[in-house]
């Protein structure tokens, strides 16, 4: 924040609209303060484990958690997803819902641009289409307008936007009530946003090229792709390079 607040102040500065930039008295946290939080994702086998336990228990909130962790949305830009944006076996990721806090006066639930201020297109598997379409025809159920195209498809009951930061304490909930009952050995602890995470670090250890994860994830580039996972580059890298010895071998031959 405090280099593209000090960036922006800097052009003022050049283009003669102030004298001085402010944000050169601004103490900025050191690269080590500021690092965002370790990540930790599941393996296909933890996945599959804490989907089936939540669609066992009922969760009403399992489709969110599935589409989430297939598509590697964010948080808010799943809140806003409407179900106009959602054709067959894609979905558009046009908006992003975010809390913002006014000081003395509480708090509000504003609906804009993604972080990436431009829409993208994700592609999805069968199984979340299918629930998908499961989950719009139990929504219709229980009241026609939840089911109209300009509604949000994690729609409160009375078709309001959800609170990002309770969704997120649904995760947590969610994640404390499926390791009690598979076992704490068998389920580690991650974060809600963590599972945007599993999503690329999963299709990336399978193959799936870095610019097509860049692309679902709506990274501004690859190469923040390539930053944010390089963990997982290791195995490829070893991987690959046996394919191009084996290749070598095979040519001799």
Same mark, same amino acid.
């Given at each position: 924040?405090?280099t ?19 944000a ?26 804490? %989907? ?15 589409? %989430? ?21 894609? #979905? ?7 809390? *913002? ?8 639930? *504003? ?20 629930? #998908? ?10 009241? /026609? ?8 498809? #994690? ?20 994640? *404390?009530?499926?390791?009690?009952a598979?076992?704490?050995?068998? /389920? ?14 999963? #299709? ?12 679902? %994830? ?5 190469? *923040? ?22 290749l ?5 031959s």
């Amino acid at each position: 924040m405090h280099t593209i607040i000090h960036a922006g102040l800097g052009a003022a500065v050049r283009d003669g609209l102030l004298a001085v930039n402010p944000a050169d008295k601004a103490d900025p946290p050191s690269a080590k303060s500021a690092a965002s939080p370790e990540m930790h994702v599941w393996t296909a086998d933890e996945l599959r484990a804490f %989907l089936d336990q939540r669609t066992q228990a009922g969760d009403e909130l399992v489709i969110a958690w599935h589409l %989430l962790v297939s598509t590697g949305m964010r948080r808010g830009e799943a809140l806003a997803l409407r179900w106009g944006d959602v054709d067959g076996s894609r #979905l558009s990721v046009r908006r992003s819902a975010t809390v *913002i806090k006014h000081k003395g006066q509480g708090e509000e639930i *504003i609906v804009g641009r993604p972080k990436s201020f431009k829409p993208r297109v994700i592609d999805l598997d069968p199984e979340t289409v299918a629930r #998908l379409k499961a989950h719009k025809a139990t929504q219709g159920t229980l009241a /026609l307008a939840l089911a109209r195209d300009d509604t949000y498809v #994690l729609a409160n009951l009375d078709g309001t936007v959800r609170h990002p930061e309770r969704f997120s304490r649904k995760f947590v909930a969610a994640l *404390i009530a499926a390791r009690k009952a598979l076992g704490e050995d068998r /389920l580690s602890t991650i974060r809600l946003h963590d599972l945007r995470h599993t999503h690329a670090s999963l #299709l990336l250890a399978a193959g799936v090229p870095v610019k097509v994860v860049s692309e679902r %994830l709506g990274h501004a580039s690859a190469m *923040i792709t390539l930053g944010i996972y390089a963990h997982v580059m290791p195995g490829m890298q070893a991987e690959a390079a046996a394919k191009f010895g084996a290749l070598l071998a095979g040519g001799a031959s």
